[in-house]
């Protein structure tokens, strides 16, 4: 069965830190794009960060830029999510998907989702 | 930073077609996906590429994409289609989602 499923989810203090992790089972990571999103309590989806197949490129929200970075490790078939400084607005359900290809153009199979919450 | 507009609800009655627009500069120029959204459930893709759809995607989901305008169609639209549906297009240095649709089947 083809699935991605996300973890090191938890309850963190404002300025802490938090790295979540995305194993695949059934499929191969190594040939696509890896995305993570998240999506606030009630809110639409925010796009995070992509990494390429190959982890030379990678790419930030504005919202995230200097604080979170993603990379991946394709010999475990793992993306990971090295999240610093969090606030309260990271609080959200943080999935990780998968490219439809090498490009960014979109992302065809989805985690579960990870719950973040940021709170004193 | 570029921006992607979709109306907050559509509504439409079982059978019928429904419509869903996604509006951004020059949008045409760029690749347009869709995401169907159902409560407490994680995305699914729909569309992508503009007119693609993913494999076991029902034939009754299309999509176009010209000028500033994406557009989803849900021809003989199900009460199962129920969902919020987000548009997204990558930009060149960040991918993009619109503010999502509630798409009401009633």
């Known amino acids: 069965q083809v699935q991605l499923v996300e973890s090191g989810g938890g309850v963190v203090q404002p300025g802490r830190s938090l790295r979540l992790s995305c194993a695949a089972s059934g499929l191969s990571l190594s040939s696509y794009a890896m995305h993570w999103v998240r999506q606030a309590p009630g809110k639409g989806l925010e796009w995070v960060a992509v990494?390429?197949?190959?982890?030379?490129?990678?790419y930030e929200a504005d919202s995230v830029k200097g604080r979170f970075t993603i990379s991946r490790d394709n010999s475990k078939n793992t993306l990971f999510l090295q999240m610093n400084s969090l606030r309260p607005e990271d609080a959200a359900v943080y999935y990780c998907a998968r490219g439809v290809d090498r490009n960014f153009y979109g992302m065809d199979v989805w985690g579960q989702g990870t719950t973040v919450t940021v709170a004193s | 930073s570029y921006e992607l507009t979709q109306p907050p609800s559509v509504s439409v009655s079982p059978g019928q077609t429904a419509t869903i627009t996604c509006s951004g500069e020059?949008?045409?120029?760029?690749?347009a996906s869709w995401y169907q959204q159902k409560p407490g459930q994680s995305p699914v893709m729909v569309i992508y590429?503009?007119?693609k759809r993913p494999s076991g995607m029902p034939e009754r989901f299309s999509g176009s994409n010209s000028g500033n305008t994406a557009t989803l169609t849900i021809s003989g639209t199900q009460s199962l289609d129920e969902a919020e549906y987000y548009c997204q297009a990558w930009d060149g240095s960040s991918v993009v989602f619109g503010g999502g649709t509630k798409l009401t089947v009633l």
């Open positions: 020059t949008l045409g120029d760029k690749y």
């Open positions: 990494v390429s197949y190959d982890g030379g490129h990678k």
């Open positions: 590429k503009d007119t």
